[in-house]
């Protein structure tokens, strides 16, 4: 069985390797809005969707499925390694002999980072605000942490309906160490349909529109905007 990213929106975000599993497997698995992102590339073989909250479900039938000798593949936004469903299958897997391939995808920081310039050209990390898997005062060490450093920082899952103050306590434990100007890109809807790019600043970024589909890429302390686009040098003596 193959965990097959699709990057962050299918299309041409979908690797070459990618879609060659996806065209020959027998039986496609994942979360409905995923499913409905590479439904070009769906002829014969057999899908099964769900919903969010359900991905235990979905890699057990998975799995279920690749012992029973059928050609599966698990599809996860992204790549698959990066907050993905790779894991998940693996450490649900307790069979030895079970090949499963874990198919590389363009992720999040990624694919928004090229729609934004290039504010990734020097070290960067990556946090998700979701507090669903992990304990929101887990997440504020965290967010402490690489704030006081000079890392680029990713965002991931950055608010939702029900999760709204989250992104304002970053914004201030930002501010703590960082300029109010610090350059920061929002990339919504990446390589999707209505992609939405918007650079602005650490002050004012969350005056922005910002949801679940939004990426949030902060600069560091040597970042810039040049011609609408975000760039953190490399160190490169120009």
Known sequence: MAVVGIGPGGGKSLSIEAKQILLNSEVIIGYKTYIQLIEDL???QQVISSSMKQELDRCQEALKLAKEGKQVAIVSSGDPGV??????????NEDPDLPVEIVPGTTAATGAASSLGAPLMHDFTVISLSDLLT???QIIKKLKAVASTDFVVVLYNPKSSQRREQIEIAREIFLEYRSPQTPVGLVSNNYRQGEKTVITTLEEFTNCDIDMS????????QSY???EKM???RGYQL
């Open 83 to 92: 907050y993905g469903m790779a894991g998940v299958v693996l450490e649900l």
């Open 225 to 227: 905007v040049k011609f």
């Open 231 to 233: 760039i953190t040098p």
């Open 135 to 137: 304990p929101w005062q």
């Open 214 to 221: 939004t990426t949030v890429v902060i600069g560091n302390d």
């Open 42 to 44: 769906i002829t014969e």
